[in-house]
């Protein structure tokens, strides 16, 4: 079993920036290929960005690309997605999950879920 808790989300203006931490325990935090992904209202839960054991390679879904930064520190068994040039778009509830898989893009290579952070953007 994996905890993750998701912490970092809030209200910030178009443009502003947010760092968003996704603190684990339980089995092997290095073992895990990590994500992100977000859900806002209606829509389905999509990919924003993962990250393999090692730190290398990263994935960013092509929204994000070049604004969000994600990065991991297995001895603190944490994980991060720095969003930068924020837009209202981005709006959404955050989740990070745990994969058994190297790396992943989609939601069902994620069998750990945290219970996410809101982020509203404003215009």
């Known amino acids: 079993q994996v905890q993750l808790v998701e912490s970092g989300g809030g209200l910030v203006q178009a443009g502003g920036s947010l760092k968003l931490s996704c603190a684990a325990s339980?089995?092997?935090?290095?073992?895990?290929?990590m994500g992100w992904f977000r859900q806002a209202p209606g829509k389905e839960r999509v990919f924003v960005a993962a990250i393999s054991w090692t730190g290398r390679p990263t994935y960013y879904a092509d929204l994000v690309k070049g604004r969000f930064n994600i990065s991991r520190e297995n001895a603190k068994n944490m994980l991060y997605l720095q969003m930068n040039a924020l837009k209202p778009e981005d709006t959404a509830v955050y989740y990070c999950?745990?994969?058994?898989?190297?790396?992943?893009?989609?939601?069902?290579?994620?069998?750990?879920w945290g219970q996410g952070t809101q982020v509203t953007v404003s215009s």
């Open positions: 339980g089995r092997t935090f290095s073992s895990f290929g």
């Open positions: 999950g745990a994969s058994e898989r190297r790396i992943g893009v989609r939601a069902d290579d994620y069998i750990y």
